[in-house]
């Protein structure tokens, strides 16, 4: 079946970093885009960052763009989010997951890492 397990979320001071990371089994990873999404206590999950499935094309939200940058590597079918300058605000639960190229929804996720900025 397939697994998403998500890692390297914790507690960092603001203007700090983390990198996640997104080790997938159970698919063909190249044949997935891949994408990080969030959940603040009290909101709706919300969209973070994508990456196609070679990895040539990012998009990202305007909240994290300047800051966060995405990346995939497919020999390891692992995905990774590299969080700069955090803030506060991007305080979440982190989940990773996968949309197969050509199909309109996100199909698999993972259970997600906390990620805690303090001011």
């Known amino acids: 079946q397939v697994q998403l397990v998500e890692s390297g979320g914790g507690l960092v001071q603001a203007g700090g970093s983390l990198r996640l990371s997104c080790a997938a089994s159970?698919?063909?990873?190249?044949?997935?885009?891949m994408g990080w999404f969030r959940q603040a206590p009290g909101k709706e999950r919300e969209f973070a960052a994508a990456?196609?499935?070679?990895?040539?094309?990012?998009d990202y939200a305007d909240s994290v763009k300047g800051r966060f940058t995405i990346s995939r590597d497919n020999a390891k079918n692992t995905v990774y989010l590299q969080m700069n300058s955090l803030k506060p605000e991007d305080t979440a639960v982190y989940y990773c997951?996968?949309?197969?190229?050509?199909?309109?929804?996100?199909?698999?996720w993972g259970q997600g890492t906390q990620v805690t900025v303090s001011s």
């Open positions: 159970g698919l063909t990873f190249s044949n997935y885009i």
């Open positions: 990456i196609t499935w070679s990895g040539g094309g990012t």
């Open positions: 997951a996968s949309r197969r190229v050509g199909s309109s929804g996100y199909h698999y």
